[in-house]
T-cell receptor, first 114, second 115 residues
Framework: AQSVAQPEDQVNVAEGNPLTVKCTYSVSGNPYLFWYVQYPNRGLQFLLK??????LVKGSYGFEAEFNKSQTSFHLKKPSALVSDSALYFC????????????FGSGTQLTVLP | DTEVTQTPKHLVMGMTNKKSLKCEQH?????MYWYKQKAKKPPELMFVYSYEKLSINESVPSRFSPECPNSSLLNLHLHALQPEDSALYLCASTQSTSEGTDTQYFGPGTRLTVL
C-alpha cells in the first residue's frame, strides 16, 4: 500500500521569509515523489519530482524539495516566499515497484502574508 | 508544450440532462485520466485510459461514461447526475502508465454544477 501525509492543513508565512510545506510518505518499495500546486479554480500544476539520485530536487518558480529516506519525508521549500505563492499544495507518491496510480496527500493551503 | 485543454470551463446541468466534457492533449501521451475534485480536497481518480483502452475504472457510477476516440482526445459523458456530483473535473495525461516516473500533466478543469 502507498500513502502520503501532509500534516498541516494551513501554513502561513510572511512575504520574504522561507517557507516549508511538509510531506511524509509510506510505500513498500522505493518511492517516486511529486509536488503539485493548485491556484483557485485551476488545475494542478507540476512543480517538481524525485525519481532517484540527488536528494535535493529543484523545480519551477524557485521551489525545491529534499528527499529524506530515513525520515520518509519530501518537504517542499522556498528560500523567500512571495504573495503569489499563496495556493493549495499537494504532495503525491507512487511506489516504484507497484502498478498503482498516484496517491495524493490531503493538501496544504499556503498563505503568504504581505 | 505541456498543455492539456478542457472544455467547457463551466457547466450547469439539470439532473435529467445529458452533457459531455472534453479533454485534449497534443503531447503524444498515450495515457489519459479523469479525476473528480471537491473543494479543498485532493483529486480522486475516476478512470484511466492506456493506448485508448479503458484500463482502470475506480467503481464510478454508470451515470459517468468515459470515451477515448483517439490518442489525443478524452470525453466524459454525463447523464442523470446528482447534485453531489457537482465538482471540478480534471483531465490529466502521461507518456504512459507503465513508467512510474512519468509526470502527470493536468488540464484546467471543468467546474460542474448539477441542479
Amino acid at each position: 500500500a502507498q500513502s502520503v501525509a501532509q500534516p498541516e492543513d494551513q501554513v502561513n508565512v510572511a512575504e520574504g521569509n522561507p517557507l516549508t510545506v511538509k510531506c511524509t510518505y509510506s510505500v513498500s518499495g522505493n518511492p517516486y515523489l511529486f509536488w503539485y500546486v493548485q491556484y483557485p479554480n485551476r488545475g494542478l500544476q507540476f512543480l517538481l519530482k524525485y525519481i532517484t539520485g540527488d536528494n535535493l530536487v529543484k523545480g519551477s518558480y524557485g521551489f525545491e524539495a529534499e528527499f529524506n529516506k530515513s525520515q520518509t519525508s519530501f518537504h517542499l521549500k522556498k528560500p523567500s516566499a512571495l504573495v503569489s505563492d499563496s495556493a493549495l499544495y499537494f504532495c503525491a507518491v507512487r511506489d516504484r515497484g507497484s502498478a498503482r496510480q498516484l496517491t495524493f496527500g490531503s493538501g496544504t493551503q499556503l498563505t503568504v502574508l504581505p | 508544450d505541456t498543455e492539456v485543454t478542457q472544455t467547457p470551463k463551466h457547466l450547469v446541468m439539470g439532473m435529467t440532462n445529458k452533457k459531455s466534457l472534453k479533454c485534449e492533449q497534443h503531447m503524444g501521451h498515450r495515457a489519459m485520466y479523469w479525476y473528480k475534485q471537491k473543494a479543498k480536497k485532493p483529486p480522486e481518480l475516476m478512470f484511466v485510459y492506456s493506448y485508448e483502452k479503458l484500463s482502470i475504472n475506480e467503481s464510478v457510477p454508470s451515470r459517468f461514461s468515459p470515451e477515448c476516440p483517439n490518442s489525443s482526445l478524452l470525453n466524459l459523458h454525463l447523464h442523470a447526475l446528482q447534485p453531489e456530483d457537482s465538482a471540478l473535473y480534471l483531465c490529466a495525461s502521461t507518456q504512459s502508465t507503465s513508467e512510474g516516473t512519468d509526470t502527470q500533466y493536468f488540464g484546467p478543469g471543468t467546474r460542474l454544477t448539477v441542479l
